[in-house]
């Protein structure tokens, strides 16, 4: 008999359980690529139906937003053109002002270490997998639950 089940721990195991649970919440991303930026918007929504997602290009923008709604998850690249913003400082505001959970995506390896030295739970380096991308995203939804 074949086993169609997904492998424990894996992107389908960890969102089948979750999917459909708690109430909506809402992404930021926070990308100068205006491909990229569509592309993760696109995934998160088809991925995470019942959350909201919303892109921004620069820090400011993302900030401006909270004023009116909080993020509990901010997905964003370090080096954002067009901000004037530093990306440490846009972290530690964001931090200050809602407790969300980040995920820094980047091409340079060396952001790793800086991501956590300025409180960033999760680091992926370009390019990326998507399905890696979601597994972190759901960790980061539910930080109680998978000890973010």
Known sequence: ML????????YEAVTNK?????????????????????LMKIILEMEQ?????????????ALEASDVEKPCVIIMD?????????????????KERFGCQF??????????KKAADVGVEHFLQKPFDYDEMMRRIVKLKNPAINGV
């Open 3 to 10: 086993n169609f089940a997904p492998a424990a721990g894996s």
């Open 18 to 38: 979750k999917k459909g649970h708690g109430m909506p919440q809402l992404i930021f991303v926070i990308e100068d690529d205006d491909d990229t930026r569509n």
């Open 49 to 61: 139906p019942e959350d909201k997602v919303a892109v921004f290009s620069t820090f400011e923008e």
């Open 78 to 94: 370090y080096f954002i053109s067009g901000s004037k913003m530093a990306p440490s400082e846009f972290i530690q505001r964001a």
């Open 103 to 112: 995920l820094l995506i980047s091409g340079a390896a060396h952001l790793a």
